[in-house]
């Protein structure tokens, strides 16, 4: 199994009508889409508005999507695409234009771009990094490893096992109880 | 229900084992758990250096609201087949073998056929043994038609050795080659022997 099994499998759930599995696949894209949109529209609101609608693409189009490539390439494509024809819709309308679907969405946008674009919401971006790798260095070692072959280097627990010569149980042990140890100091900083 | 965070870490990294494929259900309708899952990934991001603003709850939030509003999909489930690759390969390997094989077959038998042109085309000197071949009175008055406009019963039962033979019958066998191999040509389907070229002689 790998991380494209996982989603594999959401996607396959979300084909057969389960709402609630693109919402996964959007909680673990979400940072990664809004970091890829960013590159291109520079302004932070726009990006994520920019992102949703990306999401929202991929939502439609899943009924033909058939699994030939990985779904986050699919949803790379997807997301690129939509930002450059934000950025061509941007060169052919005033600047000050907005969204004009209707009023309760224009005002769901705004509140949106409220949340993002205030300095609380980058001091927290921020304040996160801070902590999660503060965290990290306070593992031990063999936590600290674990993990980052996995996370940063993307090996499989078998590479990993192999690396670290134990059992894969124990790799498994290991990641967990460093996300655990890190999650303890950052979840209350998403709690509001 | 209430996950495991250890199989939700093994979820996240997509090294599930067969028997906790339920997990996954699971933390797709518990909150706690969804949250869980979107922190680990908020680890990784920051870990890989992915991570520029944060997305605030509201993202997922408005995302997960016009998502109810879209109609459901109900897709049948794809069937998984992974031996289905290998044996169509095999398959089409099999065939294209199996269809050289015979060309080369009938590369081989092609030759015999074209035997009369080749022997029309060689110089006496390297010829074989004389080889006798029947050829009816009809065929050859057809093949006769273009080139002599006077037809006769022939007989032709003598040796193809254009040394030994007539020159009206040389003429004749060149004569039916030729029109033969035009008239398959206009039909679109091969002469005789479409890797020979057949040359035709008059010796004086």
Redesign the interface.
């Known amino acids: ?7 594999k ?2 996607v ?13 696949l ?3 894209y ?3 889409i ?2 890829l949109v ?1 590159r291109y529209v520079r302004e ?1 609101s726009d ?2 508005d920019v ?2 609608e990306a ?2 693409k991929a ?2 189009a ?2 033909n999507f ?2 030939d490539s990985a779904f986050y390439t699919w949803l790379y494509r997807i997301a690129i695409n939509t930002a450059k024809n934000h950025l061509v819709s941007l060169s052919r309308r005033p600047a000050e234009a907005h969204l004009e679907n209707s009023d309760g969405e224009q005002m ?1 946008v705004e ?2 771009q409220k ?2 674009a205030t300095p609380e ?2 001091l ?2 921020d304040e ?2 801070h902590t ?2 503060d965290a ?1 260095r306070k593992l031990p070692e063999d936590l600290r490893v674990a ?2 072959l ?3 280097d993307g090996l ?2 078998e590479e990993i096992a192999e690396a670290m010569d134990c059992p894969i149980g124990t790799v ?2 290991r ?2 109880r460093a ?2 140890a ?2 303890l100091k ?2 209350p900083l ?1 709690q ?1 | 229900m209430k996950t495991d ?2 199989s939700l ?8 084992d067969k028997s906790e ?1 339920k997990v ?2 699971s ?3 518990d909150d706690r758990s ?15 250096d ?11 939030e ?3 609201t ?3 509003q ?1 109609p ?4 049948p ?2 069937v998984e087949r992974p031996w289905l690759k290998p044996v169509a390969g095999f398959a089409i390997a099999a065939s294209v073998a199996a269809i050289a094989v015979l060309g080369i077959q009938q590369n081989n038998i092609a030759p015999g056929l074209g035997d009369a042109t080749e022997l029309v085309a060689d110089s006496p000197a390297s010829l074989p043994a004389p080889v006798a071949v029947t050829v009816t009175d009809q065929q050859i008055a057809k093949a006769q038609e273009p080139l002599n406009p006077v037809s006769g019963s022939i007989q032709t039962q003598e040796p193809l050795n254009p040394a030994s033979g007539s020159i009206q019958t040389q003429r004749r066998l060149n004569g039916y080659l030729v029109k033969f191999n035009e008239q398959r040509s206009s039909l679109g389907v091969p002469g005789v022997n479409p890797y020979v070229r057949i040359v035709g002689f008059e010796s004086e």
């Open positions: 199994m790998s991380d494209s099994y996982t989603d499998e959401l396959q759930r979300v084909q057969q009508g389960d709402k609630k599995s693109f919402d996964l959007v909680l673990k979400q940072n990664r809004i970091k960013s932070p990006a994520m992102a949703q999401f929202l939502y439609r899943l009924p058939r699994g769901d509140e949106l949340d993002i919401n980058l927290l971006a996160i990094k999660i790798l990290m993990i980052t996995r996370e940063v499989t627990y498994r042990s990641i967990f996300r655990e890190v999650d950052l979840k998403l509001h | 965070h250890e870490s093994a979820v996240v990294d997509g090294e599930l494929t996954l259900q933390i797709a309708v969804r949250a869980t899952w979107a922190r680990y990934h908020l680890i990784g991001d920051v870990l890989r992915s991570l520029t603003d944060v997305a605030p709850a509201a993202f997922s408005r995302l997960r016009d998502v109810e879209e459901t999909m109900l897709l489930r794809a």
